[in-house]
């Protein structure tokens, strides 16, 4: 962790103040993330992978947050969603109601703390957790959907990679 906050203040990265070294899984590395923080009244989670995420967005989140209790920040589906099941449509979802959760993901320090709570049962259970809006459902939280920007996509491959790099050509 010294060294990614030495590469952070390299690049000029002022707002960095702590690394935490990350667990076998998402959730697991989350939760190191938050057993260092003793008090918060926001706890924004963000993926690194998502780097187009505007300044807008994120204060809209941390705003729905502060006011409700959770936020996620989300974009509209484009495409038509099929469900599967043995390799046969099952149905078609509304794609009306379907959002593509993205991050910042806010959330009230005490809800993310009792939703974490939950982490080794779920673990246990074999649920696949991919986000934590997940965790917090469990609790029957109500979680504000923010309105985000397609733009924010997850860098994962190459292709996502070109994609990025032609968005930042193109600016806003």
Request: hydrophobic residues 45%.
């Given at each position: ?19 935490v070294a990350g667990g076998a899984t998402r959730a697991q590395s989350v ?46 589906v484009a495409d038509t969603i099929k469900e599967i099941e043995n390799d ?35 673990e246990s259970s074999g649920m696949e957790l991919t986000d934590d809006s ?39």
């Amino acid at each position: 962790t010294a060294n990614f906050l030495s590469f952070a203040q390299d690049f000029g990265l002022k707002k960095v103040w702590r690394a935490v070294a990350g667990g076998a899984t998402r959730a697991q590395s989350v939760l190191r993330g938050l057993m260092t923080i003793s008090e918060a009244e926001i706890v924004a989670v963000h993926d690194g992978v998502r780097p187009l995420v505007t300044p807008d967005e994120i204060d809209a989140t941390v705003l729905a947050a502060r006011a409700n209790g959770a936020a996620i920040l989300t974009s509209s589906v484009a495409d038509t969603i099929k469900e599967i099941e043995n390799d046969r449509v099952m149905r078609t979802l509304l794609r009306a109601n379907l959002r593509r959760a993205l991050t910042p993901q806010c959330f009230r320090y005490d809800i993310l703390k009792r939703a974490y709570n939950q982490l080794n049962e779920v673990e246990s259970s074999g649920m696949e957790l991919t986000d934590d809006s997940m965790l917090v459902e469990r609790l029957g939280v109500e979680i504000v959907a923010i309105a985000g920007s397609a733009r924010n996509i997850k860098i994962t491959n190459a292709e996502d990679l070109a994609i990025a790099e032609v968005l930042l050509k193109l600016g806003s």
